[in-house]
């Protein structure tokens, strides 16, 4: 039960955790002979990249899993008055994020807590959420489906309302040879979607790979970026998967990694995003209160506010307009165009 807490935020009054235990325990139980990795045309690790935390095991992607997952994505079954789908909230034109809103809005117009995060390279992240609240990828689902001001909609319900689809029966039966429609398939669908969506193509990734070369101003703001920020956005993902308080606010509204762990010394830290897309997955902080990276670079300049659990690395910077022009340009072709434009994407 412990576990299952350390899943979920903010909902974790709302669910019913008798029930996911019974599910965790099922998709524990499917994996106990993990295939440690599995080679097929759905999914091609870059070059450059580090092995993948999620392997899929036991839910090896395949062509038919992928268009199931991406059905239900963008689905409006999967909230409570079918109004709202994922891709409501995670646009691929924004590198699915939340076309440029601060907060998201779910069913009946009610206003979220914090910023849609963008979905791309999920394979290898340890934790998601701004708190880290859910521990695997395939629960990710779970937590939008449930909060009362998201989907506001339960796991129990939406399985009854695909199992009265003919549709989704068939296409379920081609997916996982079963007609009968479980938590476990629905969430293995949906992981195979979220799965897929990588980003590996920038300026960036072109030139770890000897296809391009920096800019003058690209050079110098990727030696900036290595000596003042790749502690935390760690190459080639662009985050480490920790948890930093990076000096917003010196009074907490949100109290970020705190409502999971209930540590003090958790207090409003929140998982450090990554760098990639950002011309696209603006506004940037959990409340998306910066809508430009220069914003963001004058915060980590001059503008970090100290606190008790302020990270330790975070110091004001001081950057020159010059240094600030230099890391806008460097960020820049950390940019994947064609991960907007790829048609496997789309609904």
Known sequence: MKVLISLFSWERNTLNLLGWGVLLLSLISCNQDPILETTNDYFITPTHFPERVYQNENNVLNKEGIALGKKLFFDPILSIDSTISCGSCHSQDYAFADNGKPLSVGVRGQIGIRNSPPLFNLAWYKNFMWDGGVKHLEFIPLAPIELDIEMDESIQNVIQKLNRNIEYQNDFEAVFGTKEISDKEFLFAMAQYMTALVSADSKYDQMIQGETTFSSEEN??????????????????????????????????????????????????????????????????????????????????????????????????????????????????????????NMEYRP
């Open 220 to 341: 110098r703001g990727y030696q900036l970026y290595q000596s003042e920020c790749s502690s935390c956005h760690t190459e080639p993902l662009f985050t480490n998967s920790s948890f930093k308080n990076n000096g917003l606010d010196s009074v907490y509204s949100d109290l970020g990694r705190k409502r999971i762990t209930l540590n003090d010394a958790d207090l409003g830290k929140f998982k450090v995003p990554s760098l990639r897309n950002l011309s696209y997955t603006y506004p940037y902080m959990h409340d998306g209160r910066f809508v430009s990276m220069e914003q963001v670079i004058e915060h980590y300049s001059k503008n970090i506010l100290d606190s008790k659990t302020l990270s330790s690395e975070l110091i004001n910077k001081n950057f020159t307009a010059q240094e600030k022009a230099d890391i806008v340009a460097f960020l820049k072709t950390l940019d994947d165009e064609s991960f907007l434009t």
